[in-house]
């Protein structure tokens, strides 16, 4: 960020900022080696040399095969697309299965695909934020056209158990991809032990720019592209190379294979100091979705009694960033998606706030964070209408409100 104080960035999930060795090797590209990859001539060979050269380390970072790797724009089009070539490969299938907690590429798409006339099935999951695997077997048909569950969610870092989905998937002989965007750099990647026949990965979500993503296709898996033109890519994807942004995103491929041990150390050190200091120093303060397994990097907290609008408001001028859902449902009033579907009641959903880090925050950064957010929070307790401790509500004792809570979590779960 270009602000002149220092401004502590922990919205990593939602972007993160592009690496200065990503933009060394990006710019001589936009200088100087412009050209059109597919052209005939010498130069051109040379610039489509450096997207194979990316290729290679996009693919090594998923333990894929190069020419198992096709750019697109984005995650959100590796997404649609996955889905969109397992509908058209079996036209006679109309049923798609998905999650209620997926990233709105995947609950968009599937409304939409539901206005289409195809059914499909978003997998409720546990107050924990897991995933029911006899929910996915009651749910596959023979008409199922496809699986696609994410590995990480982007809101509470939650883990799905993506190998025994993809071999369940296969027994079933349903195709199976996962949307991975959050996990480069975070988890070890190895598609031959997930076991998909397609992943998604996004370069913004690993310190690449935003605008280039990937669509893993595994070998001999049946593709039919979802961007129609030329035959870039393999036939698999029309549209002439975004040349800078995937050779940047080469180099961000390497960068996080050489910093997921910093990712799986320093950083989940640094995210645990978080997570407990604060769940230590503000009372009425639970984290939302698992423990374990969980992405390193991410924690979800619900402050009880305030709207985590109003905190992030007060971060923002204590230069800290965060997030409550996710970047892409900021703005609207619905409380998130992903946190209703884990039966959390609309008020702790509303009061819940994302602090996502990566390998470029420091120790520095978690203690001041630890200085500033318990007294944001408390100030913000003071003037809510909702707290125990309310001047207007003094008859309310916490105990009670406690209950009342519950109660109405109880309700929106469903629950006695
Ligand atoms: C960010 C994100 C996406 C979308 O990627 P874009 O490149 O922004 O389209 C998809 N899935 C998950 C889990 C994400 O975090």
């Not at 800290?320 to 996710?326: E, L, T």
Request: charged share 25%.
């Amino acid at each position: 960020m270009s602000e002149s104080r220092h401004t502590i960035y922990f919205d990593n999930n939602a972007t993160t900022r592009v690496a200065p060795e990503v933009i060394e090797v990006l710019l001589p590209m936009l200088e100087r080696h412009w050209g059109n990859p597919s052209s005939a001539y010498g130069i051109a060979r040379e610039i489509a040399g450096h997207v194979e050269n990316a290729r290679e380390k996009v693919a090594a970072l998923i333990g894929a095969e190069p020419r198992e790797i096709v750019f697109t724009s984005c995650g959100t089009e590796s997404n649609n697309a996955a889905i969109a070539s397992a509908l058209r490969a079996a036209p006679e299938k109309r049923h798609v299965i998905t999650t209620a907690v997926e990233h709105s590429a995947n609950i968009a798409f599937g409304r939409e695909l539901e206005r289409r006339g195809c059914e499909v099935t978003f997998l409720p999951v546990s107050p924990d934020g897991s995933l029911d695997l006899g929910l996915l077997d009651q749910s596959i048909r023979p008409d199922t056209a496809i699986v696609s569950v994410m590995w990480a969610n982007n809101e509470t870092g939650v883990l799905f158990p993506i190998p025994e989905i993809a071999a369940f998937c296969r027994s079933k002989g349903v195709p199976f991809h996962t949307d991975a965007v959050q996990t480069p750099g975070k988890l070890k990647i190895d598609v031959k032990e997930l076991g998909c026949d397609m992943l998604s990965l996004s370069g913004h979500k690993l310190h690449a720019p935003k605008g280039i993503g990937l669509l893993y296709v595994r070998r001999r898996f049946k593709f039919h592209p979802y961007v129609i033109g030329g035959h870039q890519e393999r036939g698999r994807r029309g549209g002439t190379e975004n040349v800078p942004y995937i050779v940047g995103f080469g180099r961000a491929a390497e960068l996080a294979l050489e910093r997921l041990d910093d990712e799986q150390g320093r950083v989940r050190a640094l995210r645990d100091k978080l997570e407990d200091g604060l769940l230590k120093a503000v009372p009425h303060t639970t984290r939302n979705g698992a423990k374990e397994p969980r992405l390193p990097n991410t924690s979800n907290l619900a402050f009880d009694f305030v709207e985590a609008e109003a905190i992030l408001m007060l971060l923002d001028r204590a230069g800290i960033c965060a997030s409550s859902g996710s970047a892409c449902t900021t703005g609207s009033l619905d409380p998130s998606h992903v946190l209703t579907a884990m039966g959390l009641s609309p008020m702790r959903a509303r009061g819940s706030v994302r602090f996502s880090l990566s390998h470029d925050n420091t120790e520095a950064e978690i203690d001041t964070a630890l200085e500033q957010i318990p007294p944001i929070i408390a100030k913000l307790r003071a003037i809510s209408p909702l707290n125990p401790g309310h001047p207007d509500n003094e008859n309310y004792d916490i105990e009670a409100a406690r209950v009342r809570h519950e109660e109405e979590t109880a309700r929106a779960t469903g629950a006695e």
